[in-house]
């Protein structure tokens, strides 16, 4: 990413989803999440221009780590995991009263599970997990979905109907495996305006890009994660940073479970405490910095 039920945390689904307009939550240490976004060109850009003319008329986003790039049309503006524009930037938006909900997310790198890669012969078992994730509730239906290509790799295109009310949202996920682990788009705009923003979701899916860099330094992460469930006692940058990667994937699943104000701001709360701890930590985390974590991650169990 059901997305509003939990996930074994080996699943490629967990976590790959945001629902009516609430991002998931991306990774908080600096290096594993998605920052700035570095501006190109200065050409006016009709959102209704096919993808050949995106090309010359885009800017790129690139991450702060440096592990991947995608590009989007300038009329898309950064968008932030909390709507009072604080937190990580997680994608790019092009919502306004006129547009309705608009947005654009790139997430992973995810465990695939039993996914080893996608093709057209498991398509169907894909397709199925997703709908299961995704259309918990009467109003969001599976439409469609095809073969395509992302990262060089055969993928998934998945397309949901959200009806809200008079509103018919379209809620779009094109899913792959790459170098042995689960990425996806997540784009949403309403039924209406597919023709104005589907070409935006197309141009994302064909320019993001992984840098070598990320493949090996996923490749560490994973040896020192499984080296380092070690106690908080010998804490570590790479265990701080595999528990607030936890802290984030445990309040994306509770804001797809519960939307309510008062999840929101215990969402907040966890987030703010960790990234504090974060920022006190730096990079020679204490044993207690690992603890405080643990600490979070159980008040969102």
Do not use: W
């Not at 006129?98 to 398509?123: H, K, M, Y």
């Not at 899913?175 to 597919?194: L, M, P, Q, S, W």
């Not at 010998?234 to 309510?260: G, I």
């Amino acid at each position: 990413m059901s997305v509003l039920t939990a996930y074994p945390p080996s699943s490629p689904f967990q976590g790959l989803f945001q629902l009516n307009g609430f991002c998931s939550l991306c990774r908080l240490r600096e290096r594993v999440s998605m920052r700035s976004c570095l501006r190109f060109g200065f050409l006016t850009l009709a959102l209704a221009m096919p993808i050949e003319c995106f090309a010359q008329n885009a800017e790129t986003c690139t991450a702060a780590d440096g592990s991947y790039t995608f590009q989007y049309p300038q009329d898309f503006t950064l968008s932030h995991m909390f709507a009072d524009g604080t937190g990580d930037v997680t994608g790019v938006t092009a919502s306004s009263m006129d547009n309705g909900d608009v947005s654009i997310t790139f997430l992973g790198p995810r465990d695939p599970g039993d996914i080893a890669e996608v093709s057209e012969q498991n398509q169907q078992a894909i397709v199925d997990e997703f709908t299961k994730a995704i259309a918990v509730l009467s109003s969001i239906r599976f439409q469609s979905s095809k073969m395509t290509t992302m990262l060089g790799q055969p993928a998934v295109d998945m397309v949901f109907t959200n009806k809200r009310f008079k509103t018919v949202a379209i809620n779009r996920y094109v899913f792959t495996v790459h170098d042995g682990k689960a990425y996806n788009f997540e784009c949403i705009y309403r039924e209406e305006k597919a023709e104005q923003f589907a070409p935006a979701c197309d141009f994302a899916v064909s320019t993001v890009s992984m840098s070598a860099a990320n493949a090996s330094s996923s490749d560490d992460t994973e040896e020192d994660s499984s080296a380092g469930t070690s106690a908080a006692g010998s804490c570590t940058e790479q265990e701080l940073n595999r528990r607030t990667v936890e802290v984030t994937e445990l309040a994306s699943s509770l804001l797809m479970k519960d939307q309510s104000p008062a999840a929101i701001a215990r969402v907040k709360e966890a987030y703010d405490a960790a990234a504090g701890i974060d920022a006190r930590a730096g990079s020679q985390p204490s044993g207690q910095d690992c603890l405080d974590v643990d600490a979070i991650i159980e008040t969102l169990r």
